[in-house]
Nanobody, 130 residues
Framework: QVQLVESGGGSVQAGGSLRLSCAAS????????MGWFRQAPGKEREEVAA???????PYADSMKGRFAISRDNAKNTLFLQMNSLKPEDTAMYYC????????????????????????WGQGTQVAVSS
């Protein structure tokens, strides 16, 4: 059974940092595209970043230079380091996994597919105050 468990969310002031983690189980971790999404109240789900096999993760434009995604295949864990947080970063952050492998760009494209082939965690809340 695939299980993705996020942690590391919390409340911070603008300019602060948080590091999110996603522990994966029940999957052949290294053979999966992994990524982070977020959803703010009343807004559509938004992709944050994805990690593929080429080690060059693409990021959403609003997060470039502030967020960094990484993965530890030995620990089956995905991370998202978030720096210089802004109030508009407030959202529920979700970990996503899909049993395909490819470049970061490919993973970025396929993870958000709504065909039911992506696994999702329960989310971790991030709140940034001004």
């Amino acid at each position: 059974q695939v299980q993705l468990v996020e942690s590391g969310g919390g409340s911070v002031q603008a300019g602060g940092s948080l590091r999110l983690s996603c522990a994966a189980s029940g999957i052949a971790y290294s053979n999966y595209c992994m990524g982070w999404f977020r959803q703010a109240p009343g807004k559509e789900r938004e992709e944050v970043a994805a990690f593929g096999t080429d080690g060059r993760p693409p990021y959403a434009d609003s997060m470039k230079g502030r967020f960094a995604i990484s993965r530890d295949n030995a620990k089956n864990t995905l991370f998202l380091q978030m720096n210089s947080l802004k109030p508009e970063d407030t959202a529920m952050y979700y970990c996503a996994a899909r049993p395909v492998i490819g470049s970061g760009g490919y993973c970025y494209d396929v993870l958000g597919s709504r065909d039911g082939g992506t696994y999702w965690g329960q989310g971790t809340q991030v709140a940034v105050s001004s």
